[in-house]
């Protein structure tokens, strides 16, 4: 009796389309040590040497294991070519400017070490603070796409094997580090149970990194850090040639925001280029009341409101604002948000580190008609009302005033359906 057998054509999500082409490059973006990163990988047809296969990916080495996949078949001459190139150009773009850093070139067992390294987390068994049935599905199709993927590689004797996790962690992170960048950085990982970044960054072994203290409470956001340099009289080492550095960190986990003072012990000093942690001693960890929270992250808030004509509303695209250009819509309850980041992540590199000083700003077009620009920095909000107030969207814009808040009320107005701005403040005037 003759057996029956499923055969998936080339419309069909569990079709190997990657066995029609050939490897030809990867593209990442080179930002592992913020615990992501976005890979833009290109494929030949081997019947059509024109034709292109494009995967864009967002790894994440937290929680998810997979933020975003997506294919896009570019073969010119047919119909779709220009919107599906143009298409996979804005997403990766986009990844590029939101998280600020470089670019390079990565060989393909590299670029199998990294994926292989993200999609354990990507199990069902996992423990999320956001999860649901979509996203379950989306991460089954991203891993079977994958596994696709890397079965084409290694049948064709690709595989990940002389490329260590250290070594896949190197290439996609800075050649130089200061200072300040190796303390942020190793705590932004630690704190994020990051342990293999974490570790990359230290001399220490990632069981004596899980026994800092500083991962008790779970996965944490780092979202401010204030160092300031010791000296080895108040803060020995135990090989006596480490520099201290004294850190108090604030940082948010699933059921409350932390404060926590530490000692990092540097292979070098504050002038060193590429030091390594030592060693690391946690003081004091606690947990804070939201009033202490509210005082910790708290940050002025300067605003330009804008009143919008209906036919702006109808089809508001952001590329015509330069700086929200790469931005993606982000549905909100009172609208639209767009969030224009900087282009790099300079603001590691002080002592100083705030969680969100790598954004000039945000823009809200919420559902009553309104264009509400924040920053929390003087200087980007002027630079983002005179991007809008020269925009082609000028004509259908009037200025309803400019504001410093010194409490949150941007993610109030976010949050809240149909809010107009004078409705959660006392107008003081322009």
């Given at each position: 009796m003759a057996e029956l057998e499923l055969i998936h054509g080339k419309k069909s999500e569990k079709y190997n389309h990657f066995s029609d082409y050939d490897f030809e490059s990867c593209r990442a973006v080179c930002a592992r040590l913020m615990g992501v990163v976005a890979l833009k990988v290109t494929w030949r047809g081997k019947e059509n040497r024109r034709s292109r296969l494009y995967q864009v990916m967002h790894l994440d080495y937290s929680e998810y294991g997979v933020d975003e996949y997506q294919e896009f078949i570019c073969t010119p001459g047919e119909e779709d070519f220009a919107d599906n190139r143009e298409e996979m150009n804005g997403l990766f773009n986009r990844f590029v400017a939101v998280m600020g850093s470089g670019l390079r070139d990565i060989d393909a067992p590299v670029m199998l070490r990294l994926i292989e390294d993200a999609l354990p987390l990507a199990s069902e068994d996992m423990q999320r603070e956001y999860d649901d049935d979509e996203n379950k599905e989306f991460r089954a199709y991203a891993k079977m796409r994958l596994g696709f993927m890397t079965d084409t590689l290694n049948s064709r004797g690709i595989t990940s094997a002389d490329c260590s996790s250290r070594d896949a962690i190197e290439e996609t992170s800075p050649l130089k580090l200061s200072a300040f960048e190796t303390i942020n950085y190793f705590i932004m990982r630690l704190v994020d149970c990051d342990y293999p970044a974490a570790s990359y960054l230290s001399s220490m072994s990632e069981d004596a990194l899980r026994e800092t203290g500083l991962t008790d409470a779970g996965i944490q956001t780092l979202v401010r850090t204030d160092i300031e340099k010791s000296d080895r009289k108040k803060d020995p080492s135990g090989d006596s040639l480490s520099?201290?550095?004294?850190?108090?960190?604030?940082?948010?986990?699933?059921?409350?925001?932390?404060?926590?003072?530490?000692?990092?012990?540097?292979?070098?000093?504050?002038?060193?280029?590429?030091?390594?942690?030592?060693?690391i001693k946690a003081g004091s960890i606690i947990k804070l009341s939201d009033y202490e929270a509210a005082m910790q992250v708290s940050r002025p808030e300067y605003l330009t409101v804008f009143d919008c004509k209906d036919d702006m509303l109808k089809g508001f695209d952001p590329k015509y604002i330069l700086p929200f250009a790469n931005s993606a819509a982000t549905m909100v309850p009172n609208g639209w948000l767009y969030t224009a980041y900087k282009g790099n992540n300079n603001h590691v590199d002080t002592s100083a580190y705030r969680l969100n000083d790598d954004v000039y700003g945000y823009a809200v077009l919420t559902i009553a008609g309104e264009l509400v620009l924040m920053s929390n920095d003087l200087r980007n909000i002027s630079m983002l009302d005179d991007s809008t107030i020269f925009s082609l969207y000028a004509p259908f814009l009037s200025t309803k005033g400019r504001y410093r808040i010194d409490s949150s009320v941007f993610q109030t107005l976010c949050r809240v359906p149909g809010a107009m701005f004078d409705e959660l403040v006392e107008p003081e005037g322009e």
């Open positions: 520099f201290p550095f004294r850190c108090r960190i604030t940082t948010l986990a699933r059921d409350a925001y932390y404060h926590a003072t530490l000692v990092i012990w540097l292979s070098g000093s504050q002038r060193t280029t590429n030091p390594v942690v030592r060693d």
